[in-house]
C-alpha cells in the first residue's frame, strides 16, 4: 500500500528486550535498533498504563515522527512514522504482529531469543513485511551493494550488483523490467543482504561525527583502512571537513568545491564519509531543531537592525538568564559585546527522539522569551521585518514536514503585536 511513510518497525518483549527490527527506510540512518530500544522502553512503563485501561494500541506524537505501539499476548510492536497515519496501516500491522508472535516467537527459548541478529532475523517475516507494506520509492541513483560478512543468494540480480551501478543502470544492463528490478533490490536490501550508497541528495544536510577526527589523524588505524579503499576521499578530507558546520547542505558543499573537484567526486567522497560513520544526514528532529537555531539566529540579527546591536545584545543575554538547559543556552556564545550561535550538532549525539523534541522545544521557548523582552513601542516594525526574513530564507529553505510546530512562534509574535495595539 502506498502513503503509509513508516520509517522502522521494531517488536520487543515487554521487558524491553528487541527481539526484531526492520527499516523500510534507507536514509534512516539515525533510527538504529539500541538506541531507539532505550526509548521504547523508556515509554513502557505508559504504555502499559494506557493498553490495559484504554486500548491494545496508543500513538506517541514527537512532532517530526510519530511512535505506534501495539501490544500483542507477549509482545510490543512500535512502528515509526512520519506524516498521516492511515487507518488502514493499523489493521496490517496487527495481522503481522499476530503472525510474529504465532508462528515465528513460538516455542523460541530464552538462549535463542538471546542471540538473536534482529537486524537479520526472521527472513521470511521481513519478506512477508516487503509484501503488506509500500517500500519507500528508491531513487535510480542509488547504488545497492553486498555487504561484505554475507554470502547470500543475491539471484538474478547478483552478477549486476557490483557496488558500482546504480539502479537505473542495472535496469538498463539486465534487460529486467524496472518495477522487477526493483522488487527484488527491497527484498534483498530487507533481507540485510545489500546496502546502498549515493543515497544522499543535494537537499540533505549533514553533520560531522567523532569519526570524523579519526580520520583527520594520520596514525589512526580507521584513516589507514579507508586509505586501502578510498585513498581519493582522504585527500579530499581537509577541504570536506571543513564544510561541514551542520547547516550546509550536500549541494551547498559540492557548489563550493566546485572550482577545484568534480561534483561526482564529492559525492562519492560524501558516501564513503557516510558508509563509514563518519557523517550522518539530520534526522527530522535534528533539521527542526537546525531551523529554529537559524530562526532565533535571524531574530537577533533582525534585532540589531531594527533597535541596535547593543540592545539585542541586552535582550539576548536577559533572555539566556532565564535558559537552564545547557544544551540551549551553551550553544549561544556571547564575548566581549559580541555572540555567535554554533551549528554543529554533535552535542546532540546519542540523544533519543523525546529528548530532541524536548531540545526543539526549549529553543522554542528562547525565541518566544527573547521576541516578549524586546521594547514594544518598535515591536510592529521588528515583527514586519523578521516575517519578511523569514519568508525569504527559511521558508524557502525547510520543507512543510520540518515546519510543523514553527506556528506556534508566529502566535507568540502577534500576541506580542496585538498587545502593542492594545496599549495604543
Known sequence: ?????????????????????????????????????????????????????????????????????????????????????????STILRSLHDEFEKKWLKGMRRKQKDTLKIDFAFPEFREGIVKNLSFRDISGSWVPFLLESETPQTGVLGPYIDGRKSVDDIVKSSGIRRDDVVSEIIRLWALGVIRFCSILGKEDIVTSTSKIDRLLQTSSSTRADVAKKHPEVLILLPRISALIDGRRTIGAIVQSLSDTYSEGGVLQAMDTLLEVGAVVALSPEKRRILLIKEAFELAVRVCEMIYSPQEALLYLDAALDRSVVPEVSGVVKVTSGEWSLEYDSRLYEGLDPRRLMELYAEWMKLLAQFVASLEKSRILKYAEALTDAYSAYLLGRYSTDDLVGFEEFSFWLEMNCVKQDVRR
Open 1 to 89: 500500500m502506498a502513503g503509509h511513510n513508516i520509517q522502522a518497525i521494531l517488536i520487543m518483549e515487554r521487558g524491553g528486550i528487541p527481539l526484531f527490527f526492520m527499516k523500510l527506510d534507507p536514509k534512516a540512518q539515525d533510527l538504529d535498533p539500541m538506541l531507539v530500544s532505550g526509548f521504547f522502553t523508556a515509554i513502557q512503563s505508559f504504555s502499559k498504563e494506557v493498553i490495559e485501561r484504554d486500548s491494545s494500541m496508543f500513538q506517541v506524537d514527537y512532532g517530526a515522527r510519530l511512535f505506534t505501539v501495539m501490544a500483542g499476548a507477549k509482545t510490543d510492536l512500535v512502528a515509526v512514522s512520519m506524516g498521516e497515519w492511515p487507518d488502514e496501516v
